[in-house]
């Protein structure tokens, strides 16, 4: 199975960790949303979310044409985006949702589209979703907070090598935030 995942909310570091990773490996690197926007798999563009819709079953098609044989580092929040099973191991990368709102802030992002994704990452979202679609099994954590990408990319090929690591449930936001994770939850923009 050729496909390393590294997913997790937007503003992570998945793009700066996966690339890394890839170079580490000597392997090929794909972005699912520039390949998406690259070879027109898309459904038009969300205006509320801002963002192109990913036509999921094309870039699942690709996936598997291009992952012939051959190992990539992919990199997308979409788990579904992924054909489940070429995936040999998945990364969740989690973030302090402090720092990621910090993070996002300063990409630009508006307020709303700030929250949503702080509020994903409370709630495990792409956690969530990783573990229904790919099952426990080959789903790990890695939390990247306080640390520098060097750092992360070292953890997470010591996941990829020894197939142990964070298992799903370890980063629990809510337990340590307490109120202030409450917070993001019943804000709104
Ligand atoms: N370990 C890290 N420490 C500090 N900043 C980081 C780290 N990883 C990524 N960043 C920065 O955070 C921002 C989001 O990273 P990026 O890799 O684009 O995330 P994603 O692909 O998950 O949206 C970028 O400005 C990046 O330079
Ligand atoms: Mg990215």
Known sequence: MPLILITGTPGVGKTTVARELATRL????????????????????D????????????????????????????????????????????????????????????RGYPRRKVLENVQAEILDACLVEAVSLLGEGRVFEVDATGKSPEEVVAEVLRVIRERSGARPGSVDWLERLGDEALKYLSASA
């Open 47 to 106: 205006e509320e979310a801002q963002a192109h819709l990913i036509d999921e079953e094309g870039v699942r098609e690709r996936l598997r044409a291009v992952a012939r044989g051959a190992l990539y580092v992919v990199d997308t929040h979409v788990v579904s985006a992924v054909p489940p099973e070429l995936v040999e191991v998945a990364i969740v990368l989690r973030l302090d949702p402090r720092e990621l709102e910090f993070r996002l802030s300063s």
């Open 26 to 45: 000597g392997c090929g690197y794909i972005d699912v949303a520039d390949l998406a926007r690259r070879e027109g798999l898309t459904l038009g563009y």
